[in-house]
């Protein structure tokens, strides 16, 4: 009896139904256990739908680490090139953006986000793209991310050559770009301010803008013009996107 009632299909059934219950569904997750998901790549009712067909969405699928992790990497080895005799002259002189070169160099407006005036400059910019870059982009998608990160960088460099002539190097007007966007999209962010002070990332936004407003014109050898141009760079590509569901693809 007992074995005719384990091939009979709705005896089978009847004995499943309560060991789906007591499971209470984990099964699915138990099968998803140690597989990365591409959340981000599943609209807000958590169906899937048709990954990114962008190009780079594709080249960032490819590669084996993320866009933010790139940038980085770049930046690290321009920073180590400096100590080479011929690397130090080919950086000051080919990557460095000057507005006097501007036109003839245009290349420039790319490679200074990639030059850093020391290590300290180095460091505290690597230490924003490593935590704000990498939680932008694993929200937004590498594409965009990109998007963003660049045209912050560009518009910031336009802004301080329309008020200062003095050579640029570093990826902060860039990196303030990332800030406003997270602002705008993720306002639950809360940082460390001065690895001491816990504040949200709109209250940490709005200081330094005002940090900035204030010491326009100073004479201290920091572009503050470009933080304000990526700044708002960034909060506008960040209203455009407010709208858009949240995914997380990494």
């Known amino acids: ?84 005799p011929i690397g130090h002259e080919f950086v000051q002189n080919y990557l460095v953006l000057a507005r006097n070169h501007a036109l003839e160099m245009p290349w420039t407006i790319l490679t200074y986000m990639f030059v850093h005036g020391g290590f300290n400059h180095l460091f505290f910019n690597m230490l924003y793209l490593f935590f704000f870059g990498m939680e932008l982009e694993r929200r937004v998608g590498s594409g965009e991310f990109l998007q963003i990160y660049i045209l912050s960088g560009i518009f910031a460099a336009l802004a301080q050559m329309a008020v200062s002539s003095a050579p640029m190097v570093g990826a902060s007007g860039a990196l ?62 960040g209203q455009m996107m407010k709208g858009q569901a949240q995914y997380y693809y990494r």
């Open 1 to 84: 009896m007992q074995l005719q009632q384990n091939f009979c299909p709705s005896a089978r059934s009847a004995q499943e139904g309560p060991a789906r219950d007591r499971w209470g569904g984990l099964g699915p997750l138990l099968a998803r256990a140690g597989r990365r998901e591409d959340y981000r790549r599943r609209d807000e009712w958590g169906d899937p739908i048709t990954p990114g067909t962008g190009l780079l969405d594709r080249i960032g699928a490819l590669m084996p680490v993320s866009y933010s992790g790139v940038i980085l990497l770049i930046c690290i080895l321009v920073f180590f090139l400096e100590y080479i």
């Open 176 to 237: 303030y770009g990332v800030l406003g966007c997270l602002a705008i999209i993720a306002p639950e962010i809360r940082l460390l301010l001065f690895f001491m002070i816990p504040m949200s990332i709109r209250w940490a936004v709005v200081l330094f803008a005002l940090i900035d407003l204030l010491f326009m014109g100073s004479a201290d050898n920091i572009a503050h013009m470009a933080h304000i141009a990526g700044l708002v760079v960034g909060l506008a590509f």
